[in-house]
Each structure stands twice: as C-alpha cells, then as structure tokens.
C-alpha cells in the first residue's frame, strides 16, 4: 500500500453564523466572523491517496489526473465563491475549515479510480504581510 499526496489552493469568502443561535450567541461565539458580510481567506488543500502501484505504470494513481480531479471537484466550486451563498453544502453547516474538509471529501471520496482516500487536509495559506500589518 502506497500513500500519494496532490496539493491545490482556492481563495474564498464565507461568514460563520448558525441559525440554531440567536444573533447574540452568534456574535459571542463567533465574534467578527459572523459579519454576514463575509471576508475570505486563502486555503490550501493536501489530499492523499491510497493505493497498491500498478506494476505497469508505476503509479497509484497519475498524479495529472488527481490533479485534474481536484481542480473539477474543488477548485472550480470553491475558488472565488461565497461558500454561504454558492454553495449547497453550505446553506445551512457553518463553513469553518473542519466542515470544508468534511465538504470536500464527500466531494472526492467515489471519484479517485483505481485508489482509496485517504486524508484530506485544508489550512489557511499563510498570510505574507500578517506581521508587517500586525495581523499575525
């Protein structure tokens, strides 16, 4: 069993606000995160794979088509996108990191041929001029 991993970034917006809260519990909870105007953040995505190699082609799975997957499965519906507003999965599951990977690999998991996933990973891309603007 072999693990292959493939790394893809998205940009996009969201809020965090849960309608079983009223608005003051959302604000406590969630403080300027749950502006419903949104704001964005930067994500990378780090999904593996797993798999026994093709003894023909050496691969688990072509690292051009996992490519290919995620950038249809992912990167096309979440880059530049109002997760809230764009997005079903989102309308009524308040969109932190932990349900985008949960989103994602609902996404993913019956679409890798020939291997199993294995981990999905999503973090914040780091902001380059966090310290320079005292945002760190």
Request: glycine share 6%; hydrophobic share 35%; proline share 4%.
């Amino acid at each position: 069993m072999m693990l292959i991993t493939r790394r893809a970034d998205f940009s996009s917006s969201h809020f965090y606000w849960s309608d079983r809260l009223s608005p003051e519990e959302n604000a406590r909870v969630f403080g300027k995160c749950a502006n419903r105007n949104g704001h964005g953040h930067n994500y990378t995505l780090e999904v593996t794979v797993r798999g026994e190699i093709d003894p023909v082609t050496g691969f688990v799975l072509d690292l051009k088509e996992l490519k290919e997957i995620l950038r249809r499965e992912v990167v096309d519906a979440y880059d530049h996108r109002h997760l809230n507003l764009e997005l079903p999965e989102f309308r009524h599951t308040v969109p932190t990191t932990e349900n985008i990977a949960i989103a994602i690999w609902g996404r993913l998991r019956e679409r890798i041929p020939g291997a199993s996933l294995h981990r999905v990973r999503v973090y914040e891309t780091p902001d380059l001029f966090a310290d320079y603007y005292g945002e760190a």
